[in-house]
C-alpha cells in the first residue's frame, strides 16, 4: 500500500524547494553558471547539498529552475499591469515606470539575462529561446495590442507602435546598462537614489508628452502615475554590479 504525502509535508518541500530556488538565484546570478558553486547554494538555502541533486539533478537543471523562476514573476508582474482598470496611455505610462523600477531592483534578472544574452551568441544557451516564447512573446503580443488601442482611440499618436515600445523601454536599458559610461560623462552619480527618482520624474513627463495627442492629457496622466507609484528602495551597491563579469566564471 503506497503512502500518499502528508499536507505538512508537501508544504515542507515546496518551502525547501523556494530556499533553494532563492539561493540559486542569488549565486547564479553574481557567478554565473560556470562560476556558481553548489555548495554555496546549499549553505545559503539551510540544506545538504545532496539535496540540490536530489530535487535538481545538476547544477544546470537548477539553474534552469531557477531562471524559469524568476522569469515567471516577472512576467506576471508586468501581465498585472496590462490589466488596469486605466486608459491604453494611462498603463502604457505604468509599464515604462514599472519597467525602470524593475532593473532598478531585480538586479539577479537582469544580470542573468545579460549572462544568458552572452551564453546565446557563445551557442551555448538552449534557455533564452524558451524564456522569449514563454515570458517576453506573451508581452510583447499585449503591449502591441495596448498600443494599437491606444492609437485607434485617439489618445495616443499616430506613430508605429514598435517604435512607441522602444521609446518607452528602450531608455530604461540604456540608461542602466550604460551606468559606467554616464558615470565618466556627467558630474554625479547616475545610480545615486535622488538621480534615479529624478530620471523616474522625466522618464514619465518625457512619455506624458511625446506619445499622446492631447500633451496637457498626458501630463495629468503622468502626474497622476507618478503620485501612484512610490519610488522603491535602491540598494546602490548591488545595482552599480550590472554589466560586470564574475572572476569566477572567466
Known amino acids: 500500500m503506497t503512502t500518499r504525502p502528508s499536507s505538512a509535508s508537501s508544504e515542507r518541500s515546496a518551502e525547501t524547494r523556494g530556499r533553494i530556488l532563492g539561493a540559486a538565484l ?18 545559503a538555502a539551510s540544506v545538504n547539498k ?10 544546470e ?31 502604457l505610462l505604468y509599464l515604462a515606470l514599472d519597467h525602470f523600477d524593475r532593473i532598478m531592483t531585480q538586479h539577479e534578472f537582469q544580470r542573468l539575462m545579460q ?22 512573446a506573451p508581452v510583447q503580443a499585449m503591449y502591441q495590442s495596448l498600443v494599437r488601442e491606444g492609437i485607434e482611440s ?21 540608461y542602466f546598462m550604460s ?4 558615470r565618466i560623462l556627467l558630474p554625479f552619480d547616475p ?10 520624474k522625466e522618464l514619465v513627463g518625457f512619455l506624458g508628452q511625446a506619445m499622446f495627442a492631447d500633451r ?9 502615475v507618478l503620485a501612484n507609484s512610490p519610488m522603491p528602495e535602491v540598494d546602490s551597491a548591488r545595482l552599480k554590479l550590472l554589466g560586470r563579469k564574475d572572476e569566477r566564471a572567466q
Open 26 to 43: 542569488t549565486e547564479f546570478s553574481a557567478h554565473g553558471l560556470a562560476g556558481a558553486r553548489m555548495d554555496k547554494i546549499a549553505g
Open 115 to 136: 549572462q544568458e544574452m552572452i551564453r546565446l551568441h557563445q551557442g551555448e544557451s538552449a534557455e533564452l529561446p524558451i524564456i522569449v516564447k514563454r515570458v517576453f
Open 216 to 224: 496637457q492629457h498626458g501630463a495629468e496622466l503622468a502626474a497622476r
Open 61 to 91: 537543471k537548477l539553474y534552469d529552475a531557477a531562471l524559469e523562476m524568476i522569469s515567471a514573476k516577472i512576467r506576471d508582474r508586468t501581465m498585472a499591469v496590462f490589466v488596469l482598470e486605466s486608459s491604453p496611455g494611462e498603463r
Open 154 to 174: 485617439g489618445e495616443l499618436i499616430h506613430a508605429d507602435w514598435l517604435q512607441i515600445q522602444l521609446a518607452a523601454l528602450g531608455a530604461n536599458v540604456v
Open 179 to 182: 551606468a559606467p559610461v554616464w
Open 50 to 59: 545532496a539535496l540540490l541533486y536530489y530535487y535538481y539533478d545538476s547544477k
Open 191 to 200: 545610480l545615486a537614489p535622488e538621480v534615479l527618482a529624478e530620471r523616474r
